[in-house]
């Protein structure tokens, strides 16, 4: 890598094309020997802790800046999205049910696997067309927002919970408890550190959820697929699909066993559907609206609380 | 020998009401600009009690431009610590004129005088009480962030508990810095219009809070109308769907308090005649419109018999009547239109194939009233074990493995409360950490406190009101950083901190 991004230097205006596989134009080296033809990585879906096709067969090509084609993006389907809520909600009670300090362990653990491939999401969201500088600081603000987050799990219950003074003769007490499957539409325009900034807060509490990524940045969340799939993430927990948002939002606004949904976008229109199609089983509706995710307001713990219910338990004290 | 009661009717001596009782915005009783009004009715007697004016929309924008009004050149503008004294005076004013309150509360909606003399009355007093010390002290209810109030809340309100619904919309929406109209319900408008003589005795300043009475349609034009910044609704889900509907796009916050369908799950080792106890509790109280209500009861096999035995005989024993007898257990329901929706039901219950018990009594042959019912035998699938009929009519269900009752219990799209009686603790504990509800009694049943946050998963809400989490709904939270940064920018800028 270092040496890829000794050469880059010299030509600054090359996109990265590795992903594809193309020999990089490094002028007269190329010519003089034959280089190795690089093996082309597929992305696919990232469903129930393995990495499908769409069950479509379709594709969208993602293309650079050249207009030359980086990878055959699978175009998930309604049926995609329904196996992936099949998956998380299979996974929820599970997860849910996980330790805060083990839940805080997993996450923690997709953390240094983040680290470890620093270089990749780089170099991937460069290839989608993120300025080189960009990209590093997206990479690292998104480790490091994760890890904030991991953290959390632990800490979140503390800060939250409460033991009500009742008039009576009772011990009541409040928890937080996660709402249950959360479907998401992923920011477009930050392709890593918005995903990640949107996923954590929603699993950490023990939700499970269904991502739909950016479609502008849809290999980085295939590959944070591979982050998590390599940490100790049980299978269903998060769930990474790609594809149209204009085919996919109304589904993951209406399916009946979805507790809440996840927003990030700046269409009123696909805003407003999003909230009619909610009603249908009073889903949970969070916005995030123009959010600048490096900003001060991303890093809190208050997106946690977007997706947790409030437990309140009465017991009697006394014989 | 079986128990014999004499009368013991409650004086309605202190609950003088007007004949006719207009709408109260801007801190005055107004007439209706819709020139329309109704009666509400006594349902033990189907007698009129009062008249009340129906809010048009012309009425609505009034009110709302009055809490607007109030909120900018008042409200926000008052020191914290004022804001929260005058909401002690109100809970003082309620608990001196709690007998007419339980009174007019009894008359007007036909609970029972003794739940509404100890239960509506005293825990609507505690909840202004309540928040009225967080007024000053929001600075320290959500760590890193400051609380701001969002404005005018629009508050629509049920009748089943109509004072003490006003106490849970008002108390934290006033303490929070915003000013409000509220709405009651169309057959309970009485102990809100009281209330507003109270606030007009307490001072409260024009427009903070305005009352508007009608139906349907004015809380549907409250609700919609531009000038609202939130909405508090508590009433049925299929009202809460149109709500959360008609606030798509609006950016307007909201809280739903809505249905439920609560399992009460009764162990094999839990202690019998406490767990009757706790059952009649849980359906019964209040003729069964309550939104939590454990309208079903899941009780372990080995001991079905013997429980259905016990509360059979315990059911004998209610005294279904006048809601001004101190002695009534079960009074009249609410309105002619829910003993009807209550009559579907058990017509429904009986169709479905299953068995109805119900109690002996004789009912009184005015008013709307029902016999406390059970209906054994009754499958998962029946529309009376899924469907919330909110009248006092208990759907019996048994299981054998807790793991079958907290299926059971969960696979309905409700989840407001529930219940858990057992004298093993680990496994109270268990049942209630994986019942998906907001509110789980273990070994008691509906109980309230203003202290103790209350709200549903699923289908029946969003949000909680009461104790801290009750605050959240009716406050924005910005970021200390920014503030601090602005204050110092400010400093710099030679402007005072």
């Known amino acids: 890598m270092t040496e890829r991004r000794g050469r880059r230097t010299v030509t600054e205006e090359t996109p990265d094309r590795s992903l594809r596989g193309e020999p990089?134009?490094?002028?007269?080296?190329?010519?003089?020997?034959?280089?190795?033809?690089?093996?082309?990585?597929?992305?696919?879906?990232?469903?129930?802790?393995?990495?499908?096709?769409?069950?479509?067969?379709?594709?969208?090509?993602?293309?650079?800046?050249?207009?030359?084609?980086?990878?055959?993006?699978?175009?998930?389907?309604?049926?995609?999205f329904r196996d992936a809520v099949v998956a998380a909600r299979a996974a929820q009670s599970g997860w849910a049910a996980r330790s805060a300090y083990n839940r805080s362990q997993v996450l923690y653990r997709a953390g240094e696997m983040l680290e470890g491939r620093r270089e990749q999401f780089v170099a991937e969201l460069e290839t989608q067309g993120m300025a080189r500088e960009a990209a590093e600081a997206e990479t690292l603000a998104a480790i490091d927002r994760w890890i904030y987050f991991?953290?959390?799990?632990?800490?979140?219950?503390?800060?939250?919970?409460?033991?009500?003074?009742?008039?009576?003769?009772?011990?009541?007490?409040?928890?937080?408890?996660?709402?249950?499957?959360?479907?998401?539409?992923?920011?477009?325009?930050?392709?890593?550190?918005?995903?990640?900034?949107?996923?954590a807060p929603i699993v950490v509490s023990g939700n499970t959820c269904v991502a739909l990524a950016s479609s502008r940045f849809p290999l980085t969340a295939i590959t944070l697929g591979e982050v998590l799939h390599a940490s100790d993430f049980p299978p269903g927990v998060i769930n990474l699909l790609t594809g149209r948002r204009s085919e996919l939002v109304s589904h993951f606004a209406s399916h009946l066993d979805v507790n809440a949904i996840v927003w990030c976008g700046e269409d009123a229109a696909e805003s407003l559907r999003v909230q009619e199609e909610s009603v249908r089983n009073i889903k949970r509706v969070v916005l995030r609206e123009r959010i600048d995710w490096h900003g001060p307001h991303a890093e809190s713990p208050y997106p946690i609380l977007d997706t947790v219910e409030v437990k309140t338990t009465w017991h009697p004290v006394g014989s | 020998m079986p128990w014999t009661y004499s009368p013991a009717p409650e004086s309605i001596?202190?609950?003088?009401?007007?004949?006719?009782?207009?709408?109260?915005?801007?801190?005055?009783?107004?007439?209706?600009?819709?020139?329309?009004?109704?009666?509400?009715?006594?349902?033990?007697?189907?007698?009129?009690?009062?008249?009340?004016?129906?809010?048009?929309?012309?009425?609505v924008d009034h009110a709302v431009r009055a809490a607007r009004y109030a909120y900018e050149r008042v409200w926000s503008r008052l020191p914290a610590r004022e804001r929260g004294k005058y909401l002690y005076r109100i809970a003082r004013m309620i608990q001196e004129r709690a007998r007419e309150l339980a009174v007019v509360e009894s008359r007007d909606g036909g609970k029972p005088i003794r739940e509404s003399r100890d239960v509506d009355v005293p825990l609507a007093a505690a909840h202004f009480f309540y928040y009225a010390g967080w007024a000053d002290k929001l600075d320290y209810a959500f760590p890193g962030r400051r609380a701001r109030p969002l404005g005018v809340a629009a508050q629509i309100i049920p009748w089943n508990f109509p004072l003490l619904m006003a106490a849970w919309k008002l108390a934290p929406a006033l303490a929070a810095g915003n000013t409000a109209v509220l709405k009651?319900?169309?057959?309970?408008?009485?102990?809100?219009?009281?209330?507003?003589?109270?606030?007009?005795?307490?001072?409260?300043?024009?427009?903070?809070?305005?009352?508007?009475?009608?139906g349907g349609e004015t809380g549907s034009a409250l609700a919609r109308h531009p000038g609202v910044d939130k909405v508090a609704f508590t009433g049925s889900t299929e009202v809460g769907k149109l709500i959360q509907r008609a606030l798509a796009g609006t950016r307007k916050r909201y809280t739903l308090e809505l249905g439920g369908k609560a399992a009460n799950i009764v162990c094999e080792d839990a202690a019998l005649d406490q767990a009757v106890e706790g059952i009649v509790e849980g359906i019964?109280?209040?003729?069964?419109?309550?939104?939590?209500?454990?309208?079903?009861?899941?009780?372990?096999?080995?001991?079905?018999?013997?429980?259905?035995?016990?509360?059979?005989?315990?059911?004998?024993?209610?005294i279904v009547g006048d809601p001004l007898d101190k002695n009534t257990d079960i009074g009249a329901i609410n309105s002619?239109?829910?003993?009807?929706?209550?009559?579907?039901?058990?017509?429904?219950?009986?169709?479905?194939?299953?068995?109805?018990?119900?109690?002996?009594?004789?009912?009184?042959?005015?008013?709307?009233?029902?016999?406390?019912?059970?209906?054994?035998?009754?499958?998962?699938?029946?529309?009376?074990?899924?469907?919330?009929?909110?009248?006092?009519?208990?759907a019996v269900q048994t299981f054998r493995t807790i793991d079958e009752a907290i299926a059971r219990a969960n696979n309905t799209p409700y989840?407001?409360?529930?219940?858990?009686?057992?004298?093993?603790?680990?496994?109270?504990?268990?049942?209630?950490?994986?019942?998906?509800?907001?509110?789980?009694?273990?070994?008691?049943?509906?109980?309230?406190?203003?202290?103790?946050?209350?709200?549903?998963?699923?289908?029946s809400g969003v949000g909680r009101e009461g104790g801290l989490h009750g605050l959240e709904p009716y406050v924005a939270l910005e970021p200390w950083v920014e503030i601090a940064a602005g204050a110092r920018s400010a400093i710099l800028a030679g402007g005072a901190p």
């Open chain 1, 150 to 199: 991991a953290g959390w799990a632990d800490k979140v219950q503390q800060v939250w919970s409460s033991v009500n003074p009742v008039a009576s003769s009772h011990f009541n007490f409040s928890l937080i408890e996660p709402t249950g499957v959360v479907s998401v539409l992923a920011p477009e325009e930050s392709g890593l550190l918005g995903l990640v900034s949107t996923l």
């Open chain 1, 24 to 80: 990089e134009a490094t002028g007269d080296e190329a010519a003089a020997e034959p280089s190795r033809l690089p093996v082309l990585k597929t992305y696919k879906l990232y469903v129930n802790g393995q990495f499908p096709r769409t069950e479509s067969g379709r594709y969208d090509k993602l293309l650079d800046a050249q207009g030359r084609n980086l990878a055959n993006v699978c175009r998930s389907s309604r049926k995609d």
């Open chain 2, 336 to 394: 002619e239109m829910q003993l009807r929706r209550i009559e579907e039901y058990l017509r429904i219950g009986a169709e479905e194939g299953c068995e109805i018990y119900q109690s002996s009594c004789a009912l009184p042959e005015r008013g709307y009233w029902c016999k406390p019912t059970l209906f054994l035998g009754a499958s998962q699938s029946h529309r009376v074990v899924q469907e919330e009929i909110f009248g006092p009519v208990l």
């Open chain 2, 284 to 318: 019964f109280f209040n003729q069964g419109h309550v939104c939590c209500a454990g309208s079903r009861l899941l009780v372990q096999e080995s001991i079905a018999s013997e429980l259905v035995r016990k509360l059979k005989a315990r059911i004998e024993t209610l």
């Open chain 2, 184 to 214: 009651p319900a169309e057959t309970t408008p009485l102990t809100a219009l009281l209330l507003a003589e109270i606030l007009q005795e307490a001072e409260l300043p024009p427009g903070v809070v305005n009352i508007i009475t009608g």
């Open chain 2, 13 to 59: 001596d202190q609950g003088d009401l007007h004949q006719r009782y207009g709408l109260f915005v801007g801190g005055e009783w107004v007439e209706p600009r819709s020139g329309r009004w109704f009666d509400t009715i006594d349902p033990a007697r189907e007698e009129k009690i009062a008249e009340v004016a129906d809010a048009g929309e012309q009425d």
């Open chain 2, 415 to 459: 989840g407001l409360s529930g219940g858990v009686w057992s004298d093993k603790g680990a496994k109270a504990f268990r049942v209630s950490s994986r019942l998906r509800a907001g509110v789980v009694w273990a070994n008691t049943y509906n109980k309230f406190d203003p202290t103790s946050p209350f709200g549903g998963y699923k289908e």
